[in-house]
């Protein structure tokens, strides 16, 4: 075989790498599998077995048997092996593996190819080494220059390794992890065995239990543990654990997960060595502590993945001679054998985790999500989609358009149907632009901000659309409060300032008669008086939304109230009759005297402000009866007070908004008589303050009637 120079100089690299290796420090077992990794660099093959014998005799003693971690699941055939001892030669095979072949199993055959070499020297057979590789040409590659210059090299470890008959060499300390590490045939049947359930394996803790539930099987311990690590924090995380009892468990299941410093214990060690380690009494070892009562063998081993240690199985017993060699080699092979699956089932948990928290936040938001396809057909939305739109689950079918189904379903609600499907209509002949609009709804009133944008694939394709809807309502709302707040405040204030200005004006420039400079000294009293009006609402109904009033109260008699309003309100029923309609025998009430004066009477000068014709004006109090109070109301006794006019009335499209702060309904004979829109806004908050409700009846033209109710004293407010 003719061998390029390049690839000359490539194994004689190797052969120097695999030289260091073998003659370190480090157990044997450690060597060995760094310098089997080595050789699979070099000489891709798929799995390698080291036979020898460590004391200085032949073939017949006790074997020892080493394997690379990932092992083929096929088992060795043993008699190739004696064949080559008896050859004493390298030799080349092409064999069949599983099915029926000898040493096979219930796997499907394969075709295989087979190294063997006899470890010779000073006439002494030390041992076997073997080669298996998937490929039947793979192992051709492997010169026999490189395995003859590497024997040599494994026959001194080999007789360096049988100066130490007890298995431990010179330098390691007692309770290191032990060098003779063998899979009893057994233990590799189990992990034959396991291979499928691994290669399903997808869930995370499924895979972690399975792999602990085997440890404690193979190695008798009797408790376990698999802790994940977390090298951001440099900490482990229990992730599952056996024999601790139910409360550790149910902690697992309930609270956060416990976590502990790699520096500490002996999974730390494990984590920070990156080899598995075995004590047989961490009680007397400096730095460790027993994971739990009564318990002192312990045994980690690593899950080395990219390199680093992803996770540790821990091991524990009460027994010091619990573990040996044949637990630790099988853990260390399981642990090996688990490095794929677990990568495999981290990565699927990961992207369960990113999936499960976008999928809540996309449910949760408060904005309405939808993503639409290039034909404007609903693939997918949030809850709040159907909420805002008032959906409501009425869409059953599977095919939903934007710009048929979306449009009929809001059309009576619509109130410019043709600016949203000059929208849908955008969205189609400009695939590629960012799009807003507001949709304004009416029964109820409801102002939607919709924006659309392209989504697209991974090649910068464009596969549809995403719309987004904000309910904007209360923003607008608010920016229409602010303008009317800024509109009919400065009207109200400038036209008493402009009175009381103009007439003062006149009185400091001219002399008037007597009774003319009294009427305008009574025209700038009336106009600050109204002045002050306005500005105590304005303080009233802040203190009122901060919360800031406090109730003064008392058993009261509404009579007394009435009396005293009544005289007040004199002067101001010159156009108006007022009836006034109580009960016999009408309770005492328990409430602020002043602010239950103030919400009669604003609701009185309301009736004559709004019925500029004159007429009656209805002033009825008694005790309500259960059927009179409205829908919702506390249960208990109540006193209902009511107050109707035949004035202008109110449209129902405007009843629902009389009680928002600075809302005038728009018409007319409301622009003629003026007001800053508070008066029911503060009545209301007071009458809610004491525990009741107040309502309207009223019908356009014909009058209206407000009714509210306040709370009867009990015994307990009359002590």
Known sequence: MTVRPDQSAQMLSAFGTAARLLQGDDPLHLRLHRFFDLLRDTL???????????????????????????AWPYPWDDRLARAVARGGVIARRVITLGGDSAGGSQLPAVRAAYLGAPIMWGGRLWGIFELRAEDVDGLQVATDELINGLLPQLAAVIAREGEYPSGQRANERAGDTPTGLTLRAQDKQQLVALNGSLDEAIDLHALLSLLLRRALEVSGA???????????????VLHTCEGFGDEAGASLQSGPRQRWSVETGLAGRVVQSGRALLVRDVTVEPG???????LRAELAAPIVIGGRTAA??????PRSNAFGDDQLSFVRALCARAALPLSRAMHYQEAIESSLYLGQVFSSLPTGLALIDIHGKVLRSNPAWDSLWGLHGRVVRES??????????????????LSMTQFCDTMQRSPAKDLITTVHLTHPAQDLEVRSVPTRDSKD??????????????????????????SIVSHELRTPLTSILGYTELLL?????????QQFITTVYTEAGRLSHLVEDLLGMSRIEAGKVKLNRWVISLTNVLYELTTQL????????????IANELPPIYADRDKVKQIIFNLLTNAIKYSPRGGEIQLGIHEARPEELPAGHAAGRWVLVSVRDQGIGIANDDLPRIWERFYRVDNTNTRRIGGTGLGLSITRGLVELHGGQIAVESELGRGSRFFFTLPVANELAKR
């Open 570 to 581: 004199n002067t101001q029923l010159m156009n108006h009759r007022l009836l006034i309609d």
């Open 312 to 317: 540790v199985i821990i091991l524990s017993s």
């Open 509 to 517: 420039n001219r002399e008037f008669p007597p009774d003319e400079r």
């Open 288 to 294: 460790l502590h027993a994971a739990g009562a009564g």
């Open 461 to 486: 394709r464009i596969t549809g659309r995403l719309w987004a809807v904000s309910d904007v309502t209360r923003e607008r709302e608010s920016d229409r409060m602010k303008t009317e707040f800024v």
């Open 400 to 417: 939903f358009h934007v710009s048929l189904d979306l449009i009929a379903h809001l059309l009576p609600r619509l109130h410019d149907p």
């Open 44 to 70: 891709h093959h798929r799995d390698t077995r080291l036979t020898c014998w460590l004391q200085s005799v032949g073939p017949g003693s006790t074997r020892q048997q080493y394997y690379s971690a990932d």
């Open 222 to 236: 009797e408790t376990g543990a698999v802790a994940l690590v977390d090298h951001e924090r440099a900490e482990l």
